[in-house]
T-cell receptor, first 110, second 115 residues
Framework: QKEVEQNSGPLSVPEGAIASLNCTYS??????FFWYRQYSGKSPELIMF????GDKEDGRFTAQLNKASQYVSLLIRDSQPSDSATYLC??????????FGTGTRLLVSP | GAVVSQHPSWVICKSGTSVKIECRSL??????MFWYRQFPKQSLMLMAT?????????EQGVEKDKFLINHASLTLSTLTVTSAHPEDSSFYIC???????????FGSGTQLSVL
């Protein structure tokens, strides 16, 4: 079983819709969780991180964490074509390192 | 946010040659730097963790004699791909940590093509 799993997509949503990206992880002891956005040929950029169960909102982005079910999600409201990218979920398993999922490709159509 | 400079952005080399990639934290001191490799449409795979002044810690399956990492100062880490082969062609990305996992800043990446 992979440590961090994501659906590779692509996830297609129309402009203005809510995009929902999901991620599950296997290490129950994981403490912190991150969402990165990566455009093709570019390096990842941090969108949000979350430590505690529940929701964390930042502008159009909401991260949701459920430790009991071992999943973390990212909601993008009012999706824009510029949001089209690959979204990487990463989990801090301790020992100073992040484990990344394979990413979900999001396509927002005008 | 903090800036991490990585260069070269791309490099083409002949099989058997060595290539050095530099990663610099420009406006902060990074106690820890990480090196990743990413194949097309795949995720970032951690290759090694580099701490200033000490030997790098390599992930399982990564050949330390092939991927030489030097972290000579708090702002510079280098990755040297020795005797490169076509299968080493990949996107290599470094990151530098500013004291906490949420303060992890990525370099712009290096696309290596080995002919």
């Amino acid at each position: 079983q992979k440590e961090v799993e994501q659906n590779s997509g692509p996830l297609s949503v129309p402009e203005g819709a809510i995009a929902s990206l999901n991620c599950t992880y296997s290490d129950r002891g994981s403490q912190s969780f991150f969402w990165y956005r990566q455009y093709s040929g570019k390096s990842p950029e941090l969108i949000m991180f979350i430590y505690s169960n529940g929701d964390k909102e930042d502008g159009r982005f909401t991260a949701q964490l459920n430790k009991a079910s071992q999943y973390v999600s990212l909601l993008i409201r009012d999706s824009q074509p510029s949001d089209s990218a690959t979204y990487l979920c990463a989990v801090n398993t301790g020992f100073q390192k992040l484990v990344f999922g394979t990413g979900t490709r999001l396509l927002v159509s005008p | 946010g903090a800036v991490v400079s990585q260069h070269p952005s791309w490099v083409i080399c002949k099989s058997g040659t060595s290539v050095k990639i530099e990663c610099r934290s420009l406006d902060f001191q990074a106690t820890t730097m990480f090196w990743y490799r990413q194949f097309p449409k795949q995720s970032l795979m951690l290759m090694a963790t580099s701490n200033e002044g000490s030997k790098a810690t390599y992930e399982q399956g990564v050949e330390k004699d092939k991927f030489l990492i030097n972290h000579a100062s708090l702002t510079l880490s280098t990755l040297t791909v020795t005797s490169a082969h076509p299968e080493d062609s990949s996107f290599y990305i470094c990151s530098a940590e500013q004291g906490a996992a949420e303060k992890l800043f990525f370099g712009s990446g290096t696309q290596l093509s080995v002919l």
